[in-house]
């Protein structure tokens, strides 16, 4: 058993590219509202389920060559995209973290990836995502040395719950002219594009 537990680095980057096929769902799902465990992937266009082949990470999308197989439609390269830099990140994770520790790393480092995809696509964080980083990356520094765990404890209090998502709104605000989304995990109600009709165009 020790042996094994030797090689899970291995597994570690066997594993990187499943939790980034994962990662690129929760991207899609968590701003919608629904959830990512429940229902499997399908065509975005068509509808139709995907296949074990379609599945498989990284290949899968290069074998079916970036479209759905039943009805031709170009299938994002977020998501191969998504699952290379979730291997990268469990490389250098492995790379640059002594055992163990190389897990926490790629927690972090996986999270951070979903969360850079949700802002780029909506200037959203989720709580549901950003608040379980607190007690997490508390639980690794306290894993790491016990004695330094309140002094992170009241940087992750002062920074986290008042300083950071004041700043970030006071920006937000200033850079869009108007008031900040709320960090609640949903994206606030846009109203409809005006249509106007073609002969006010043409004038
Ligand atoms: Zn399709």
């Known amino acids: 058993m020790a042996e094994l537990l030797g090689y899970h680095w291995l597994f570690l980057l066997f594993a990187a590219p499943c939790v980034g096929s994962f990662l690129g769902v929760v991207a899609v799902r968590l701003p919608e509202g629904r959830s990512a465990l ?7 266009h068509c509808g139709t389920r995907l296949g074990l082949l379609d599945l498989v990470p990284i290949l899968g999308w ?4 970036g479209r759905c197989r039943h009805c031709g439609a170009g299938i994002a ?3 191969p995209a998504i699952e290379l830099a979730a291997l990268a990140v469990a490389a250098w994770s492995l790379a640059v973290l002594p055992g163990w520790l190389a897990w926490a790393g790629c927690a972090l480092g996986w999270s951070l990836i979903v969360l850079a995809v949700i802002d780029a696509r909506h200037l959203l964080l989720p709580d549901a995502l950003t608040l379980p980083l607190v007690p997490a990356g508390l639980a690794v520094a306290w894993w790491v040395d016990p004695a330094k765990l309140p002094g992170h404890a009241l940087g992750a209090v002062a920074s986290y719950f008042w300083a950071l998502p004041f700043v970030l709104r006071r920006i937000g605000r200033k850079l869009r002219g108007k008031p ?4 609640d995990g ?3 109600e846009r109203p409809a594009p005006k249509v106007i ?4 165009i043409k004038g």
């Open 38 to 44: 429940r229902g499997r992937s399908a065509c975005p």
């Open 62 to 65: 290069g074998l079916a060559r």
């Open 77 to 79: 390269w977020s998501y």
């Open 180 to 183: 900040g989304r709320p960090f």
């Open 186 to 188: 949903r994206p606030s």
């Open 197 to 200: 009709p073609s002969e006010k």
